[in-house]
């Protein structure tokens, strides 16, 4: 792993469940009218996924006993579906820091939870009270130049997702992602996937 990736504190990481390419395509596209207020920085669609566990700063050697336990989840399908209305989420200056489309799946929260409780008992993970909020992030809200960190005003809120887009979607993959702070945002890095059954597709097709 190259130094970029990694510091005295380690790597961070966390695991999500893609979602299909023509979703992705979909939101991107709905984002170039959605999300065109200037203040409002869309996440490029490979970046879209619906996170399980963040598991934070970790050592490298983390890396293969994580992948292990990933990659020793059951392959079961998961249907997920889009909330209309993109949500934003309120920062530290009491404006949004970024917008989020809720997903409904009750198969993704037992998923989620039956990895939780691999990573605890494995000492990865600590137990939360937290509940659990599955959602794709869609946009972030700019920083105002020089202003140490507080956010641009959204002058145009993000209008309703198309019907298309609500409409009920497979998960098509569990990854254990690496995070790499950029420039210009946040990069996903992909380390260990473990592809879900599709309901209706045969092995070997495409997603």
């Known amino acids: 792993m190259s130094d970029e990736q990694t510091d005295r504190r380690g790597v961070r990481l966390f695991t999500a469940v893609d979602v299909p390419d023509q979703v992705r395509d979909g939101i991107r596209l ?3 009218t959605a999300l065109a207020d200037p203040a409002l920085r869309p996440i490029v669609p490979e970046s879209l996924h619906v996170t399980l ?6 050592h490298e050697s983390d890396i293969e006993p994580l992948g292990r336990i990933l990659s020793s989840m059951p392959r079961r399908s998961v249907s997920m579906q889009l909330r209309p209305a993109a949500v934003p989420v309120i920062g530290r200056d009491g404006r949004p820091a970024l917008y989020a489309l809720e997903v409904v799946s009750p198969g993704l929260a037992a998923m989620r939870e039956e990895l939780r409780v691999r990573l605890v008992d494995q000492g990865f993970h600590r137990r939360e009270s937290r509940v659990y909020w599955p959602h794709l992030t869609v946009a972030r809200v700019r920083a105002r130049p ?5 956010r641009m005003a959204v ?3 993000p209008a309703e997702l198309p019907a298309s887009l609500q409409n009920r979607f497979p998960g098509v993959r569990l990854t254990l992602y ?3 702070t950029m420039p210009q945002g946040a990069r996903y890095v992909p380390l260990v996937q473990l592809d ?3 309901p209706g597709q045969r092995r070997g097709d495409a997603t």
């Open 30 to 32: 709905w984002g170039e």
């Open 53 to 58: 566990v963040f598991l934070g700063s970790r």
């Open 146 to 150: 020089g202003s140490r960190g507080r």
């Open 155 to 157: 002058e145009t809120p």
């Open 178 to 180: 690496l995070s790499k």
């Open 196 to 198: 879900l059954p599709i």
